[in-house]
């Protein structure tokens, strides 16, 4: 680098020379890097003002929000019985399609990774078919289904399965790719073969990765299949939209709450699986507690060192690593039984499957395109928009629920608690809302997206915040740095790209999750995607699918190279 | 080399001027870790200003925890530590950060920040002295960047200095590790295996200019090692832990490696953790060369 400085040898002033560079000089990279952040901030700020989303529209749309919530009162639960058989078959298509995701996913990412894949062809059909899967919106592929199975659980389990295996089977075989490569090549040099190789090396190691992500991937289809629920794949979706069709706000309503209280209660505990199943660096090995004596002694097993044994001693660990296997295997087929496939139906609709494509090609217009186009343009506006606005908030929050960040526990807790209540509420049914209290249109989509949007960064900021590297921040600590100068120099530059990613992230699935709420009259092109499938339009639904599928390639093009720019 | 302007020193307040005074001195320290488990055990020492002492010890021994409660990341269950004449363990919040800028401290895994400049990350050993937080070398005075310019000299990184700090080597980035920590004009100088994940060369390297600093600057320098024949050579004293208890304390004057390693081999009684870390390879070598 010709930049150095050029400086005198070790010991002696330098008289006369240039002084030297004590600022870096910018990057190329960097400075453009920089222009394309502000550039997307200034969109974003010019989608607000165009959406006309302001406070007086905010603040005059109370009067609608007051009168909203009298119509809404007292809340109407249908009976127990049935309430809870509602429950009951969301909670069996949420589970059957992440099985499915799952089961789907594993091969496919085995497939797609470096490490365990050496042939290229393979391994770009495994990717292509990963990023086909996230490409295509779990609405269309509902769309696709219902047409084939008819109305009911099925269609849903096999759109949302699908669909996740863009996300799944993406993070799984990035998490292959970043297991430590020693224990394969350990058995390799060995002499094992490449199978032995990775069935030793991977499965145990991945393990935590699979149910983590899986139960991060049942959050997200438990709040799709409410979406899905309302073009007809049943559950509590589909009894949503049934009592809104008909203004029942107060059952409508009364049913959100049961799905919010429903989101809340699995986030809180498949949070809980995760925090409890996932290497953390400051727990302690290994540790004995009462139970494990207990059971060490009703076994006959002596405690203290343990005696020579090829079977492994029965732990509390090893029990409920039991139990939690053998309680998915009953839940999976106690779901099975619950949504009642029917396995003529299943295969009538398997035969259908070519000529129901065909319906959707070529793409076409219909002669709406104009129409089509402009409604894109909202569309991007309102993910541009809502990003903006959920960022300015998801920030703050963010840095407060940092356990290494703030050192005062309540704060960071409440903070927390704060995200898992905003996360909590689907946006679908934050949609709805201001639907109702904004009125059908832009607004009230991007007002849900961006309320939706701070649950998600705050957290993705906070996590990114908590994982960086302690000893460095240690480290500045030492030289009498006090807490902020701690944050700025050592916990935010660390985390710095990691935010913009999770920025660039949340900017690609809002304009997805744009499009979806469109369905309930949030603006948009999605309200033109559910129109064209209702009037037997296909190609208009595939030349929309496509158009969206060109918008999303070119954000996450944008944020790869983004990425790569403030690493 | 004069490379250090005194303006920027300030003694801490009431530090002991007498030369003869301990730097660092601890009284019947003792840390619990939980029951039965205790870092430190009945920890009573002085340690004498200018002088390299060398904590040697296994894994899990207790040398981290002596270091770390030198300058308040931990603080200990009972007994006193002075250090510069200040208690350590019962300072508030703003006075430990004033103690903490009179202490370097370098870590085995050299704590960088790996995307920032080699530069800004040498600033960052001023925080202690600057008000506000800081993101961006620009946000540090033009001085203070020059002066870092001039401690990636001594360290001889001048050249890396716009460099993103982990594109340099183990070696290269504990020197700028050292480079930050001599921003603070620390009068003393507190080392974590300092080359524990370095080659030979590059650890030679970083305890010729350790012993280099001692002279120049009148560092008061306490170190971990795991390399007994690199400890004879760079320390005045070597001070053996087992257990967190004392078990050996003496000048390095004729000691031979075989004696001071024997505080690896002879483990009479050895603890469940020593055996454990008995297996760890590195200690093993470490302990027979």
């Known amino acids: ?567 | 080399m004069t490379a250090s302007p005194s303006d920027h020193h300030r003694p801490a307040a009431g530090a002991p001027s007498a030369p003869d005074h301990p730097a660092i001195s601890l009284r019947a320290v003792t840390k619990d870790f939980g029951p039965g488990v205790k870092g430190l055990d009945e920890v009573s020492l002085d340690i004498a200003p200018g002088s390299i002492t060398v904590l040697l010890g296994l894994s899990g021994s207790g040398k981290s925890t002596l270091l770390r409660h030198l300058n308040g990341l931990q603080r200990p269950t009972r007994g006193r530590i002075e250090v510069l004449g200040e208690a350590v363990g019962e300072l508030p919040g703003p006075a430990l950060r004033r103690l903490r800028r009179e202490i370097g401290m370098i870590f085995q895994d050299f704590g960088l920040v790996g995307a920032m400049s080699v530069l800004e990350n040498v600033c960052t050993g001023r925080l202690g002295s600057l008000r506000g937080p800081r993101m961006g070398l620009i946000m540090y005075p033009r001085a203070v960047r020059l002066e870092a310019l001039e401690q990636l000299e001594r360290v001889g990184l001048a050249d890396r200095a716009h460099q993103r700090a982990d594109t340099l080597s183990g070696g290269q980035q504990q020197r700028v590790a050292i480079a930050r920590s001599l921003m603070q004009h620390p009068r003393i100088l507190l080392a974590d295996e300092p080359v524990a994940s370095l080659d030979p060369v590059s650890s030679r390297q970083i305890l010729d200019l350790l012993q280099r600093l001692r002279e120049e600057d009148g560092l008061t320098v306490v170190t971990a090692l795991h390399q007994v024949d690199l400890a004879l050579d760079l320390a005045d004293r070597v001070i053996g832990l087992r257990g967190g208890r004392v078990v050996l304390d003496r000048s390095t004057t004729g000691l031979s490696p075989r004696d001071a390693a024997r505080i690896y081999e002879s483990v009479a009684t050895p603890t469940t953790e020593e055996m454990e870390s008995l297996t760890d390879m590195s200690t093993l070598t470490a302990a027979r060369r």
């Open chain 1, 1 to 567: 680098m010709s930049a150095a400085p050029v400086l005198a040898p070790p010991t002696g002033p330098r008289p006369g020379a240039a002084p030297p560079r004590t600022l870096t000089r910018p990057r190329p990279g960097g400075t453009a890097a920089a222009a394309v952040m502000l550039t997307l901030v200034a969109l974003g700020a010019w989608s607000v003002i165009d959406l006309g989303i302001d406070l007086p529209t905010v603040l005059g749309s109370v009067g609608n929000a007051v009168a909203f919530v009298q119509r809404m009162l007292p809340l109407d639960f249908p009976p127990a019985a049935e309430l809870a058989a509602m429950i009951g078959q969301t909670l069996a298509i949420v589970l059957l399609s992440t099985l499915l995701a799952i089961g789907l996913s594993v091969p496919l990412s085995l497939a797609a990774a470096r490490a365990t894949t050496r042939g290229r062809l393979s391994r770009g059909t495994a990717r292509t078919l990963i990023v086909l899967a996230r490409a295509i919106p779990d609405l269309v592929l509902a769309i696709v289904f219902l047409r084939l199975f008819g109305l009911g659980p099925v269609a849903g389990i096999l759109a949302m399965g699908l669909h996740s295996v863009g996300m799944i089977g993406k993070l799984y075989a990035d998490a292959i790719e970043e297991l430590d490569d020693a224990p394969r090549r350990a058995v390799e040099a060995l002499g094992g073969t490449r199978r032995q190789q990775i069935w030793t090396a991977i499965p145990l190691a991945l393990l935590p990765q699979i149910i983590a992500t899986g139960l991060h991937r049942f959050d997200i289809n438990l709040r799709t299949s409410v979406l899905l629920g309302y073009v007809g794949v049943g559950g509590i979706g589909l009894a949503i939209a049934d009592a809104l069709r008909a203004l029942d706000y107060q059952r409508g309503m009364a049913l959100a709450v049961v799905v919010l209280a429903l989101c809340i209660v699995v986030e809180l505990t498949s949070g809980a699986i995760r925090a409890a199943i996932l290497p953390r660096t400051d727990r302690r090995a290994a540790e004995t507690g009462w139970a494990d004596r207990l059971l060490a002694r009703s076994t006959g097993t002596p405690s203290g060192p343990a005696a020579p044994s090829i079977t492994p001693p029965w732990t509390v660990d090893r029990l409920r690593r039991l139990l939690s296997g053998a309680m998915i295997v009953l839940l999976a087929l106690a779901s099975v039984r619950a949504v009642e496939i029917d396995a003529g139906t299943l295969l009538g609709g398997i035969l259908e499957i070519p000529s129901t494509l065909l319906l959707f090609l070529p793409p076409g217009f219909g002669g709406s395109a104009s129409l089509v186009f402009a409604d894109l343009l909202v569309t991007v506006q309102i993910a541009l928009a809502a990003t903006l606005l959920g960022a300015l908030l998801a920030v703050p929050i963010g840095i407060l629920a940092a356990r290494t960040v703030v050192a005062h526990r309540a704060v960071h807790t409440s903070a927390r608690l704060l995200i898992v209540i905003i996360r909590g509420i689907p946006e679908l049914i934050l949609a709805i809302l201001f639907v109702v209290i904004t009125g059908l249109g832009a607004v009230a989509g991007t007002l849900a997206l961006a309320l939706g949007a701070v649950g998600l960064l705050s957290k993705l900021i906070a996590d990114s915040l908590e994982e960086t590297d302690v000893r460095v921040q240690e480290a500045v600590r030492t030289v009498g740095a006090s807490g902020p100068q701690v944050f700025l120099a050592a916990t935010l530059r660390q985390a710095a790209p990691a935010v913009v990613a999770h920025v660039m992230y949340l900017l690609d699935t809002n304009i997805r999750a744009a499009t979806l709420l469109g369905v309930v009259g949030a603006g948009g092109v999605g309200f033109l995607l559910l129109n064209a499938a209702r009037i037997n339009q296909f190609e208009v639904v595939t030349a929309i699918v496509l158009l969206m599928l060109l918008v999303v390639l070119a954000v996450e093009a944008l944020a790869l190279w983004l990425r790569r720019a403030v690493r």
